[in-house]
């Protein structure tokens, strides 16, 4: 029975959500475009990497004979789900926003956390025959090694708009790590949620296996150290208390070479 | 119904070794390597759940090539929405990207252009940003026609630098230079640059390559296809209306 009641919830958020979009698509002049927004993803900020976030006016590619301007706005947790700051960027047709993490929330984040991009456009006008629009973007990890490339991962899941059902379910990746020269595995997992959520990463390799538990706050973060080194192969899992939307922690190899590699998993 | 491949580009002329990584349970792995556009070996592998191979494995009697083109297809049941993981290593590095698999089509398909936004471009004196860009027609094509693309090259602020256009021959791999096409058209890339590259008549896979030309260390993603900002390519109502607006005035 107590399950019930959250099921029943959330059938019924998601029942209201889809009817706000049907709205939106109908009538975007009063009730505003249908935008699929508040993907998230890892920021990094610390010894290793900074972030730099690109986003393009996605609008004049699609539609190129519009002119509608689009006022992205971009927020970010600290790796305790505290909102560290919320800024407005307006981006003309054509244009695009890509700036450090840093510059773009006018203050200095945390050493990780989540971020999350959402938008809207000054006008609906022209762009009904693209139905629901997505504002996507790149994450791109800077490193702060001269050696180093920068790494980059796409926007991800969109940010939970319902508290998630309390429910386990294990979610296995499918990205294999293993290398002759790697030295170890970073992972970053973060709650998209605005509940605490807790998780147990296992990474099983052909002789031995990791498990770590950590307790996600809501909005939160977190890294996860894994000493996996050699071929493998080792693959990931990530179990959840939660039915959270994002399930894909971010993976970063460090070689013998010095050089750190980035994928979602 | 199509049967899907898993695309693997080559990154030989960055001194990388292509491979790839399926971790589901198969009856059987078929790979075929391209090159010069044509079909020149195929391999196949019985393997155990999650297999890792090398392009030096599948066919070690060929030398890889720049514009070589790698195409796995996977046999077995439930595999309709599967991702691959498309890996490359040298002596200091591997990086991999999960991505989706593409269909093959039937000779004489027509296809439709595509329409990528380069706009996540590190464009600086160490560092240098390719667009790679892999396609596969058919195996039975000629690969004669070329897929011919336009290149809008812009800054950050909107202003179009230069427009400009390359050519992908079929059934190969094209390593675009951001930052060298941009200095061979007069443009400075280190202002920042934004690309909407538009055309082509084949099945693409786009990806993003950073490289650092000093140490050659490299970092990959795909790319975000239109239909991840809209859902217009694929709605029977709406498509039609976008493609005109999206490709209207392109003339390649």
Known sequence: ?265 | MAQRRLLIPSLAALGQEAGFVINVPLDLIRIRTFQGGKLAAVAESKPDRAVRMWRSQWAPELVATADEINTVELIGEGLSDLEGEIAFRSDDQQIAVLTGMVPLRDPGFKFSPILHQAHYNVLMPNCETYVVLVNLACESDVPVRPNKLQVEIRNLAAEVMAVTEIEASLNTTYLLPIGELARRNGVVPEQGLSLRIRGGASQFAVFTVFRNLSSGALGIEHSLPPIYFTEAPFNPVLRSHYQKAAFGDLKI
Request: proline residues 6%; glycine residues 8%.
């Open chain 1, 1 to 265: 029975m107590t399950s019930l009641i959250p099921r029943a919830l959330a059938r019924a958020g998601r029942m209201v959500d889809a009817a706000h979009m049907k709205l939106k698509k109908k009538h975007p002049g009063v009730f505003g475009s249908p935008i699929r927004q508040n993907m998230v993803q890892l920021y990094r900020h610390d010894g290793d990497f900074d972030t730099v976030i690109s986003i393009p006016h996605h609008l004049s590619f699609l539609a190129p004979d519009t002119n509608i301007d689009i006022i992205y706005g971009i927020k970010a947790f600290d790796r305790n789900g505290g909102l560290v700051a919320f800024r407005k960027h307006r981006v003309k047709h054509f244009e695009t926003l890509q700036k450090p993490i840093s510059e773009l929330l006018g203050r200095e984040p945390d050493e990780h956390g989540m971020f999350s991009v959402s938008c809207h456009y000054s006008s609906p006008s022209g762009i009904e025959f693209l139905g629901m629009t997505s504002p996507q973007f790149m994450t791109i990890f800077m490193p702060r090694s001269e050696r180093g490339a920068p790494q980059i991962t796409h926007s991800h899941k969109y940010m939970d708009q319902f508290p998630p059902l309390k429910s386990k379910f294990v979610r296995s990746s499918a990205l294999v790590e293993g290398d002759r020269n790697l030295t170890g595995i970073s992972y970053f997992i973060m709650n998209s949620s605005q509940v605490t959520a807790n998780a147990n990463l296992m990474l099983t390799g052909p002789s031995n296996s990791f498990a770590h538990a950590v307790k996600l706050n809501a909005h939160g973060a977190a890294r996860i150290d894994f000493d996996a080194r050699g071929e493998g192969p080792f693959t990931l899992a990530c179990e959840w208390d939660r039915v959270v939307n994002h399930r894909k922690p971010i993976a970063f190899r460090r070689f013998s070479s010095g050089l750190v590699t980035a994928a979602h998993s």
